[in-house]
């Protein structure tokens, strides 16, 4: 990156941070700063390696299930938090998704006969809530999970998800409780943009295997940018002795341990050829629904691609604007908006967070999500285009 696109981006960062007080999360960003893709997207992270997504289902050992997990947990990281971005390569912001948004795709692994199956629906605009659900029907597998986004600044972007996922497994009945880690974005003065994990996290297992997951960064004791240390012990032993080790740069690679042998099960390379996500399947833009992303945002992302930021923002303000003068006629009816494909449960229903979570201190927060989403499967099984009938996120 040149001297002229640093002081380029900058300008447009602090002009940008500069305007905003409070949750930037439903704030749009300089056009320079923004990711080809919308936040219903951000799901694809879990779901586009279907071998590492069902591995977990194909293990009889409940020790080896929870390593498993991990290792999903941790493969889908850098694609997750390094949004059109790279280790070398400053991250950008998705585009802030629409009220009923929907985005679906699947991703196929031929030679490990397995097909994840993705599907989100923006179920809130304000505050910002994106609902998703995984699955891999065959082996009997699948993720559900939400998230609310707060973002604030304060030298750096702080950005807070409120919400989680499940992981279940059909053929042991078996829950995995998975955090959604806050993020802190850095390197503003370089220009060049990075997340950064900082904290303990912990995934919990209802065959009684828990997870620690310790991330630390650049300016912390070892001082080197997204390093982490996990361990996994069993909830019924009362020294947690840590079965299994992994350590390592969650953007890079890490190292896997059992610590019973002393033997290293794998070291994992995030660039790999082998480790490579496969291809995704998705429909044509001409033929998706007006609500779903990639067609909606198709200006955006045209202008984009040819470096258009005029078609960019014109584009852009064309669908927010619509998007304000949807809720401004909702209001005058007296309509409360319903999403398509999930809905809400309360809080003191989520059995499976509440028996999880013990002693983990994670908050459920259903207030400040509008309760639990869960998918609604009848619904998704007899979906047809066009999904809203006349109705379009241009209105009315």
């Given at each position: 990156m040149d001297s002229k696109s640093v002081s380029s981006r900058l300008r447009d960062l602090v002009k940008f941070l500069g305007t905003v007080q409070g949750d930037l999360s439903n704030v749009t960003g300089p056009p320079s700063l923004l990711a080809p893709s919308s936040v219903v997207e951000v799901g694809h992270c879990w779901a586009q390696r279907p071998a590492v997504f069902a591995a977990p289902a194909r293990e009889s050992n409940p020790e080896k299930r929870a390593?498993?997990?991990?290792?999903?947990?941790?493969?889908?990281?850098?694609?997750?938090?390094?949004?059109?971005?790279?280790?070398?390569?400053?991250?950008?912001?998705?585009?802030?998704?629409?009220?009923?948004?929907?985005?679906?795709?699947?991703?196929?692994d031929e030679s490990a006969k397995s097909t994840t199956?993705?599907?989100?629906?923006?179920?809130?605009?304000?505050?910002?809530?994106?609902?998703?659900?995984?699955?891999d029907e065959d082996h009997g597998i699948r993720?559900?999970?939400?998230?609310?986004?707060?973002?604030?600044?304060?030298?750096?972007?702080?950005?807070?998800?409120?919400?989680?996922?499940?992981?279940?497994?059909?053929?042991?009945?078996?829950?995995?409780?998975?955090?959604?880690?806050?993020?802190?974005?850095?390197?503003?003065?370089?220009?060049?943009?990075?997340?950064?994990?900082?904290?303990?996290?912990?995934?919990?297992s209802s065959s009684g295997f828990v997870t620690e997951i310790k991330f630390s960064g650049e300016g912390m004791i070892r001082g080197k940018r997204n390093t982490f240390e996990a361990r996994i012990y069993s909830k019924?032993?009362?020294?947690?002795?840590?079965?299994?080790?992994?350590?390592?740069i969650w953007s890079e690679g890490w190292t896997v341990k059992e610590v019973r042998t002393g033997e290293t099960l794998e070291k994992y390379v995030v660039d790999a050829p082998e480790n490579r996500p496969v291809p995704i399947t998705i429909d044509n833009v001409a033929e998706q629904d007006p609500w779903e992303s990639r067609r909606a945002w198709q200006g955006v992302l045209s202008g984009m691609e040819y470096g258009d930021m005029r078609q960019v923002l014109a584009e852009k303000t064309r669908i927010e604007n619509a998007q304000r003068q949807m809720r401004l006629v909702e209001k005058a009816r007296g309509e409360?908006?319903?999403?398509?494909?999930?809905?809400?449960m309360n809080g003191e229903d989520h059995a499976v967070f509440h028996e999880l979570s013990a002693g983990t201190g994670m908050s459920l927060d259903a207030d400040r999500t509008k309760g639990v989403w869960r998918v609604c499967r009848d619904e998704l099984r007899g979906l047809q285009r066009p999904y809203r009938g006349d109705l379009t996120p241009f209105g009315y």
């Open positions: 390593l498993l997990v991990l290792r999903w947990f941790l493969i889908a990281l850098r694609s997750q938090l390094y949004v059109a971005g790279a280790p070398k390569v400053s991250i950008k912001k998705p585009l802030n998704a629409f009220l009923g948004e929907l985005f679906f795709a699947s991703w196929t199956k993705l599907v989100a629906e923006q179920v809130s605009h304000h505050p910002p809530i994106t609902a998703m659900h995984i699955v993720a559900d999970g939400y998230a609310r986004v707060e973002m604030t600044f304060n030298g750096s972007v702080n950005i807070r998800q409120v919400g989680h996922a499940v992981v279940h497994i059909d053929a042991f009945e078996e829950d995995h409780l998975i955090p959604l880690p806050d993020v802190k974005v850095r390197g503003f003065l370089s220009g060049c943009m990075y997340p950064e994990i900082i904290g303990t996290y912990t995934i919990t019924h032993d009362p020294k947690k002795e840590s079965i299994y080790t992994v350590n390592g409360t908006w319903t999403p398509l494909l999930f809905k809400s």
